[in-house]
């Protein structure tokens, strides 16, 4: 089992930056695939960048150049780094880990991102 808790979510303005964690427990963490997903409202829910164990990370294309993930295996934890944000970044984003060992994939409850002058 993994438990992943997210923080970092708020209201800011367009232009402006957040940095999300992710905190996790329960399992070797550098063992895990983790990422980042959203979903804004009534829309579904989308992967935002993924960070292999092997440290490999790939982007949505919307995010490319403006947002940085990255994990720290020593602190079992998960960032975003937003930068230059956009009011279609709006969303709830999700931190996720996959234990491709075990064929299990784990999700936080979300925090909720609002790009609004």
């Known amino acids: 089992q993994v438990q992943l808790v997210e923080s970092g979510g708020g209201l800011v303005q367009p232009g402006g930056s957040l940095r999300l964690s992710c905190a996790a427990s329960?399992?070797?963490?550098?063992?895990?695939?983790v990422g980042w997903y959203r979903q804004a409202p009534g829309r579904q829910r989308d992967l935002v960048a993924v960070i292999t164990s092997g440290g490999r990370i790939n982007y949505q294309n919307s995010v490319e150049g403006r947002f940085t993930a990255s994990r720290d295996n020593a602190k079992n934890t998960l960032y975003l780094q937003m930068n230059s944000l956009k009011p279609e970044d709006t969303a709830v984003y999700y931190c996720?880990?996959?234990?491709?060992?075990?064929?299990?994939?784990?999700w936080g409850k979300g925090t909720l991102v609002t790009v609004s002058s």
């Open positions: 329960g399992s070797m963490f550098s063992a895990l695939n």
């Open positions: 996720n880990a996959e234990d491709i060992l075990v064929g299990m994939n784990y």
